[in-house]
């Protein structure tokens, strides 16, 4: 008896194992893909940390300082811009599939949505609009457009234009350079 309980045995356990190695086969097949990193977003993480500068035109008096978070296990980075002040604004870049995405939370009081055109130059991001909550229509005064420029490691240049009534009504732009060096995480 004790040969044929063996044999039984053997027999349940490679059953057992093709079931679960089938189960497992499955669970991946199933499990949604994982998006591809995209380039500018691995960009914008390594913005990690306290930035400063000012805006080209001078068009505010203080220094602009703005905070970049990697958060969310990596999945999202926050900017902050005028931390702490009544006028602070948050933007929060993410991935939607192998594209990159912004939602800008404004002093406005609306959050558009930009999407990031594919290819083009690596020093540069560029974002359209494709969307907003909080606004009854394009009309609505709104930030349309964004670039983000790198000319180096350390230094930023971006460009917000606003619309109103569907055309642009102007740009901000701000030169930032690395205020404290962090590593992105």
């Known amino acids: 008896m004790k040969p044929k309980f063996a044999l039984h045995c053997c027999v349940a356990a490679v059953a057992l194992a093709i079931v679960a190695l089938a189960a497992d086969d499955k669970d991946k097949k199933d499990a949604p893909k994982a998006a591809a990193k995209n380039a500018g977003f691995e960009r914008i993480k390594q913005l990690a940390g306290e930035w400063a500068g000012r805006d080209v035109d001078g068009l505010f008096k203080e220094e602009i300082r703005v905070h970049y978070k990697v958060t969310a ?22 991935q939607d599939g192998d594209d990159l995405l912004l939602t800008h939370y404004c002093a406005a009081g609306n959050q558009p949505r930009m999407r990031a055109e ?19 229509s394009e009309n609505d005064m709104h ?8 000319p180096d490691n350390d230094t930023i240049k971006s460009e917000w ?13 701000f030169e930032l350079k690395r205020a404290a060096k962090q590593a992105a995480k």
């Open 73 to 94: 296990a990596g999945s999202a980075v926050v900017e902050t811009l005028f931390p702490g002040s009544t006028h602070e604004m948050v933007t929060v870049y993410h």
């Open 118 to 136: 594919r290819g083009g130059d690596a020093n540069k991001i560029a974002f359209k609009f494709a969307g907003a909550t909080n606004m009854k």
């Open 143 to 150: 930030m349309h457009e964004a670039t983000i420029t790198f």
């Open 161 to 173: 234009t606003h619309y109103k009534d569907n055309k642009a009504t102007g740009t901000v732009k």
